[in-house]
């Protein structure tokens, strides 16, 4: 069996996760790669139904999305944001003008009967992507961060609140009432499939709302073929976001070797940066694989490179042709 007769389905939040998986969408045919997508974040705003994760992806691989910030959609207008300002509503959480018809096409879709899975594959259409985006569950799973003082929705915490208040407690609200979506489940045990990979997104924030439904955990556990991850830790700093200051309220040292240490029993094979290979004996103590490379994705290249380095280090665990001093 050729390479290009597997499949690989991947575990990703939104902009961290989505620089992996443009790299591997500009590799792979469309039939070759499926992405399950963190919806805790998800929340209704304004009337409407936001997805945040789920349109990074769509519009980082629809090549529209605003390549500064990595979210929201590029040449954006902010007419309705300014009339809502003067108007005195909720202006806390920006909607661009052509973002907000995503919402709105998504909440008409919604209201219809679609499922969410549904309404994500008639906007990929739309959007003229045909990598699968798949909803984790069509039923809602909320993350919530606890802190001292309160317990807070994701987005008030994330952007009202800039990720500030110290996190004591993260709870995903609802998961024990949901299933994995179908399309998520039949990803995950799909046919010729070639690894199971978790994207340097967030663990607790982007990864674990995932992974706290039971049976995609279970699917994942029990699967046959590797699962690798890719640290979002490097050298001690997180690449994005409130990675590292998450870890350390959570009384984590900030590290590679924490990475591993919270996905094991999850991962096969975790790949970590190059500058962090003094941890890799230490992760291998573990029961992990370890692989180095540079996981700092600045360019297209670096994500296409990435994507190759991590196809072959999952290649590398199915064969068990491990070279030791990696």
Not at 3 to 21: C, I, N, P, Q, R
Not at 98 to 123: F, N, P, W, Y
Not at 127 to 149: A, D, E, G, Q, Y
Request: with cysteine; hydrophobic share 40%; glycine share 8%.
């Amino acid at each position: 069996m050729s390479d290009s007769d597997f499949k690989y389905t991947v575990l990703s939040g939104g902009v961290g996760g989505a620089k992996l998986v443009l790299g591997l969408h500009k590799i792979l045919a469309p039939e070759q790669l499926s992405v399950v997508v963190n919806t805790g974040d998800d929340f209704e705003h304004l009337g409407l139904p936001i997805c945040p994760d789920i349109d990074t992806l769509i519009y980082t691989l629809a090549g529209t999305v605003n390549p500064t910030t990595g979210w929201g959609l590029n040449n954006e207008s902010w007419y309705f944001m300014e009339a809502l300002k003067q108007l005195g509503g909720a202006t806390w959480f920006s909607l661009g003008d052509r973002d907000l018809a995503t919402h709105i096409r998504r909440r008409d879709l919604l209201v219809k009967g679609q499922t969410l899975s549904e309404a994500t594959l008639t906007l990929l259409r739309e959007f003229h992507v045909h990598t699968p985006i798949i909803p984790m569950s069509n039923t809602p799973v909320r993350t919530k961060i606890k802190t001292n003082s309160e317990t807070l929705d994701f987005q008030d915490y994330f952007v009202r609140l800039k990720a500030e208040p110290a996190v004591t407690e993260i709870i995903y609200a609802g998961n024990d009432q949901a299933a994995g979506s179908p399309d998520a489940l039949a990803a995950l045990q799909a046919n010729k499939l070639g690894a199971i990979i978790l994207t340097p997104s967030n663990p607790w924030l982007s990864i674990d709302p995932i992974l706290s439904l039971s049976d995609i955990k279970s699917t994942i556990t029990n699967s046959t073929v590797p699962v690798v991850g890719i640290s979002p830790i490097v050298s001690g700093k997180a690449i994005k976001g409130p990675t590292a200051k998450l870890m350390r309220e959570l009384g984590m040292d900030v590290s590679a070797y924490s990475i591993a240490e919270h996905y094991k029993g999850i991962l096969d094979g975790l790949i970590i940066d190059q500058q962090d290979a003094d941890q890799c004996d230490a992760i291998r103590a573990l029961g992990l694989q370890v692989s180095t490379t540079n996981t700092i994705m600045n360019s297209l290249d670096d994500k296409k490179a990435l994507a190759e380095f991590t196809l072959a280090f999952a290649r590398q665990i199915h064969t068990g042709n491990m070279d030791s001093s990696s």
